[in-house]
Antibody, heavy 122, light 107 residues
Framework: QVQLVQSGSELKKPGASVKVSCKAS????????LSWVRQAPGQGLEWMGW????????MYAQDFTGRFVFSLDTSVSTAFLQISSLKAADTAVYYC???????????????WGQGTVVTVSS | DIQMTQSPSSLSASVGDRVTITCQAS??????LNWYQQKPGKAPKLLIF???NLETGVPSRFSGSGSGTDFTFTINGLQPEDIATYYC?????????FGQGTKLDIK
């Protein structure tokens, strides 16, 4: 069964860091690019960027440069999203999602993690 | 960045109705357009890719059309389980922006 399983909810204080994991199973991890998508409470979907799971190269959307880092551990088919210097505005559900094809480019997203709720509050 | 404008932002329809949602891109994106369904508390689900291709396992009452800047998503024969928010997304140029969403409920 092809799936992405994300780590659990996080409650953090402003200024702290958080690292969300996304473990893939049921397919060859390095063959499909992985993207991260944010959804703030009651809001729409924001594509944060993507990571080429074969090369490890990452690209970030303009609003997600500086404090956001995508990384991989291909030995365990897992991707990570780390956010530093957390702000209240980072409170959201964060999804990892797989590209449908094997080009290494983020096209259509066919498999999604269940989402990780990150809450930033003092 | 390419901007995606969806309309309407919300709509109510009756079971059995034909429902249409439109998505307009700020520049030509060829057919690089996807449609997703998101139910409350759940991850999005891919329904249509490359503007008109039905994802495996998705009921045939869902369809998509269009190219260039103007796209249409249609549900032929609305079912109660179709209540959700629907998003378009372009991937012609990165970032692959989503539309703002269309919330669909039953009249």
């Amino acid at each position: 069964q092809v799936q992405l399983v994300q780590s659990g909810s996080e409650l953090k204080k402003p200024g702290a860091s958080v690292k969300v994991s996304c473990k893939a199973s049921g397919y060859t991890f390095i063959n499909h690019a992985l993207s991260w998508v944010r959804q703030a409470p009651g809001q729409g979907l924001e594509w944060m960027g993507w990571i080429n799971t074969y090369t490890g190269d990452a690209m970030y959307a303009q609003d997600f440069t500086g404090r956001f880092v995508f990384s991989l551990d291909t030995s365990v088919s897992t991707a990570f999203l780390q956010i530093s210097s957390l702000k209240a505005a980072d409170t959201a559900v964060y999804y990892c999602t797989r590209s449908r094809d094997e080009t290494g480019y983020p096209y259509a997203f066919d498999i999604w993690g269940q989402g990780t709720v990150v809450t930033v509050s003092s | 960045d390419i901007q995606m404008t969806q309309s309407p932002s919300s709509l109510s329809a009756s079971v059995g109705d034909r429902v249409t949602i439109t998505c307009q891109a700020s520049q030509d994106i060829s057919n690089y357009l996807n449609w997703y369904q998101q139910k409350p508390g759940k991850a999005p689900k891919l329904l249509i890719f490359d503007a008109s291709n039905l994802e495996t396992g998705v009921p045939s009452r869902f369809s998509g059309s269009g190219s260039g800047t103007d796209f249409t998503f249609t549900i032929n024969g609305l079912q109660p389980e179709d209540i959700a928010t629907y998003y378009c997304q372009q991937y012609n140029n990165l970032p692959g922006n989503f539309g703002q969403g269309t919330k669909l409920d039953i009249k």
